[in-house]
């Protein structure tokens, strides 16, 4: 446990305008990170002063835009047999990928057209892959751009009430406070580390 309180209290050390927007543009690839584990936190250093909300849920957002342009510009040139042999891959499935994830975000993607790229921003296990269909769809860059900023924006605005939220609550929860952020901290390593094992194991019986 000890661990988890140095890494914690790096991260929070760590966590500024810079770092909130490398994070969030890494979270909107394909790679396995949360926006749930920046915004918030950096809301919460808001309440306490050190950075301001407003600054937090723009640098977010841009983080964001940029980390979904990412994954639009590569489904753009790559095309979509290149794009579902990586996600159906080793080096995919270690990244959380697979072809399955990839047909379900294209599906939404045809199902709710341009607007899919911001009602996709506020859907879990949507949000971070729907540039790619648009991308494979080469759906026009303005309008990928506008959609994608005006939800990542909403969704980062709703992590960072929660996060303030937090700090208004932090009489009555501040000495639980940290402990329950580590649990939290330590399931998501465990989840991760068991999602990778479950795709090597899938990987391995083909």
Known sequence: MEIFHSLFDWYMTNLNYF?????MMIESTFLPLPSEVVIPFAAY????????V????????IGALTGSLINYTLAYYL???????FADSRLGKAFLLSKEKV?????????????????GRLVPGIRH???????????????FMLYTFIGAGIWNMI????????????????????DILYVLGAVFI???????????????CK
């Open 103 to 119: 047909l379900h975000a294209e599906d939404y993607f045809i199902r709710n057209g341009k607007t899919s790229t911001f009602i």
């Open 45 to 52: 250093k808001a309440g306490q002063g050190d950075l301001n």
């Open 129 to 143: 892959l729907i540039s790619i269909p648009a991308g494979l769809a080469k759906m026009n860059l303005r309008d």
């Open 19 to 23: 770092t909130i927007a490398l994070l």
């Open 54 to 61: 407003f600054l937090v849920v723009f640098s977010g957002t």
């Open 159 to 178: 992590l960072a009430v929660i996060g303030y939220y937090i700090y208004d609550l932090r009489e009555q929860i501040f000495p639980y406070l940290k």
């Open 79 to 85: 095309g979509r047999p290149i794009v579902y042999k």
């Open 190 to 204: 465990a989840y991760l580390v068991i999602k990778a094992r479950k795709n090597k194991k899938k990987g391995n």
